[in-house]
């Protein structure tokens, strides 16, 4: 998929503020979040739609966006991680893992640019709690 970015952060053309990677998934701060700590999950193998995953690969991808909701809800200090999944502007499987709490919502019109320095504060707090 030579012009998704996603598989070229996959193949580490492009170098995302990565905050979770192992051999099936990679996991990122979004660029344009709702609120700081909005985390895609990806899996690595090029996959358009979600429902298109076999059972294991939708359930085992669903557990690892579980087990780093735990860490962004811990790290960020919110009361909930917020799930989003569309796929129409990045045609690659991704999953928005969005900390919220009461009287937040999550509407992608929320989304705006973040500094380089933002993320970089945000990537620290989250890294400290997967040591």
Same mark, same amino acid.
């Given at each position: 998929?030579?012009?998704?970015?996603?598989?070229?952060?996959?193949?580490?053309?492009? /170098? @995302?503020?990565?905050?979770?990677?192992?051999? !099936?998934?990679? &996991?990122? +701060?979004d660029?344009?979040?709702?609120?700081?700590? %909005?985390?895609l999950?990806?899996?690595?193998?090029?996959?358009?739609? /979600?429902?298109?995953?076999?059972?294991?690969?939708?359930?085992?991808?669903?557990?690892? &966006?579980?087990?780093?909701?735990?860490? +962004?809800?811990?790290?960020? =200090?919110?009361?909930?991680?917020?799930?989003? /999944?569309?796929?129409?502007?990045?045609? %690659?499987? %991704?999953?928005?893992? /969005? *900390?919220?709490? @009461? =009287?937040?919502?999550?509407?992608?019109?929320?989304?705006? *640019?973040?500094?380089?320095?933002?993320?970089?504060?945000?990537?620290?707090?989250? !890294?400290? !709690?997967?040591?």
């Amino acid at each position: 998929m030579g012009d998704c970015i996603f598989c070229k952060f996959v193949n580490k053309e492009i /170098i @995302p503020k990565i905050i979770y990677e192992d051999e !099936k998934y990679l &996991a990122f +701060l979004d660029i344009n979040p709702m609120y700081p700590g %909005h985390t895609l999950l990806i899996p690595k193998k090029h996959t358009d739609y /979600i429902f298109e995953m076999s059972k294991e690969e939708y359930t085992d991808y669903f557990l690892k &966006a579980k087990e780093l909701s735990k860490i +962004l809800k811990s790290a960020i =200090g919110t009361e909930k991680v917020g799930m989003s /999944i569309e796929g129409f502007l990045v045609r %690659h499987a %991704h999953i928005h893992l /969005i *900390p919220i709490n @009461p =009287g937040m919502s999550i509407d992608s019109c929320l989304q705006k *640019p973040a500094s380089e320095e933002e993320l970089n504060k945000v990537l620290e707090k989250i !890294k400290s !709690k997967t040591k």
